[in-house]
């Protein structure tokens, strides 16, 4: 008897170079834009008068589950969940944004100059960082943000020390193993000058992860951000912040009052895998070695 072959959907048919991956990434990039979108848009709905002040309380009802005057229902401390959730989503960007890009810029000088110069530079830089990498993210920001206080800036910046190894020991693999290339040797005999070289020769042959790093650490900044809110430690009490309203949300809990957890747990859950996804498929995009057709 002649077995029966399988058709499966459409949806789970890839053709060449439309791998799952990349069909992932897709879903990440419209996850994360979708919240680039809110944190934009969030002050203009309250300035339409479609959303409410997210620090006002005064005007309303204490613990009032979902309902159409407010979507997500309110705290024990009578704040709209539903502005509260949007507005979170700006604090959450803007800190892990600034702190991206704050390691990125350190750590990718550092690597090229590292990686270039070698010698004791090379040694003394790996040393440093090797030391950073070895602490846990979460406990090493959580005694910067002691050190340096509450508030966006502060919160950027202990978030951003314990990425600033990773861009470095990418980019200074990445340049050790090009800065022995031909095109750089005939750079070199031409009469470029360090500077040169590093930006005109190796910056652009060394970065093609750094994306990845991006998106990937944003990921981790995010949850690290809303682990700094919930001790606390984050950003100012009267700001939005996903962390900070979990918890306050878990003292409601026990009582029944499920709402004020739920929307920014998935708000928080969701940027997270969006941006991961967005990082996966960025790490198969520019490695092709490493796609896999469905």
């Given at each position: 008897?002649?077995?029966?072959?399988?058709?499966?959907?459409?949806?789970?048919?890839?053709?060449?170079?439309?791998?799952?991956?990349?069909?992932?990434?897709?879903?990440?990039?419209?996850?994360?834009?979708?919240?680039?979108?809110?944190?934009?848009?969030?002050?203009?709905?309250?300035?339409?008068?479609?959303?409410?002040?997210?620090?006002?309380?005064?005007?309303?009802?204490i613990n009032e589950p979902p309902s159409w005057q407010h979507w997500f229902g309110t705290t024990n401390q009578g704040y709209d969940v539903f502005s509260r959730t949007l507005f979170g989503t700006q604090a959450a960007l803007q800190v892990v944004i600034l702190a991206t890009v704050l390691s990125l810029s350190i750590g990718v000088p550092l690597?090229?100059?590292?990686?270039?110069?070698?010698?004791?530079?090379?040694?003394?830089?790996?040393?440093?960082?090797?030391?950073?990498?070895?602490?846990?993210?979460?406990?090493?920001?959580?005694?910067?943000?002691?050190?340096?206080?509450?508030?966006?800036?502060?919160?950027?910046?202990?978030?951003?020390?314990?990425?600033?190894?990773?861009?470095?020991?990418?980019?200074?693999?990445?340049?050790?193993?090009?800065?022995?290339?031909?095109?750089?040797?005939?750079?070199?005999?031409?009469?470029?000058?360090?500077?040169?070289?590093?930006?005109?020769?190796?910056?652009?042959?060394?970065?093609?992860?750094?994306?990845?790093?991006?998106?990937?650490?944003?990921?981790?900044?995010?949850?690290?951000?809303?682990?700094?809110?919930?001790?606390?430690?984050?950003?100012?009490?009267?700001?939005?912040?996903?962390?900070?309203?979990?918890?306050?949300?878990?003292?409601?809990?026990?009582?029944?009052?499920?709402?004020?957890?739920?929307?920014?747990?998935?708000?928080?859950?969701?940027?997270?895998?969006?941006?991961?996804?967005?990082?996966?498929?960025?790490?198969?995009?520019?490695?092709?070695?490493?796609?896999?057709?469905?």
């Open positions: 008897m002649t077995p029966t072959k399988v058709k499966f959907p459409q949806v789970f048919r890839f053709s060449q170079g439309h791998s799952l991956s990349m069909q992932l990434m897709a879903i990440g990039f419209i996850i994360t834009l979708f919240f680039v979108l809110i944190a934009i848009l969030a002050p203009t709905f309250q300035a339409w008068g479609w959303l409410q002040d997210p620090t006002e309380s005064l005007k309303n009802p690597g090229l100059v590292s990686g270039y110069l070698a010698g004791r530079l090379d040694r003394i830089l790996l040393f440093l960082m090797d030391s950073i990498y070895t602490l846990p993210g979460l406990l090493l920001s959580v005694t910067l943000a002691f050190v340096v206080g509450k508030g966006v800036v502060n919160a950027a910046i202990a978030l951003s020390i314990s990425y600033i190894p990773q861009y470095y020991r990418v980019v200074r693999n990445h340049t050790v193993s090009v800065k022995n290339e031909l095109f750089i040797e005939a750079a070199q005999a031409m009469g470029a000058n360090t500077w040169t070289v590093l930006s005109r020769y190796l910056f652009l042959n060394v970065i093609q992860n750094v994306p990845v790093l991006f998106t990937l650490n944003a990921a981790d900044a995010i949850l690290i951000l809303g682990g700094l809110g919930f001790l606390g430690l984050g950003l100012p009490d009267e700001v939005p912040e996903w962390g900070h309203d979990l918890k306050l949300a878990l003292e409601a809990l026990p009582t029944g009052i499920w709402w004020t957890a739920l929307f920014p747990g998935l708000a928080l859950t969701s940027l997270v895998v969006g941006l991961s996804l967005l990082g996966e498929g960025l790490s198969e995009f520019f490695n092709p070695k490493s796609r896999r057709q469905g």
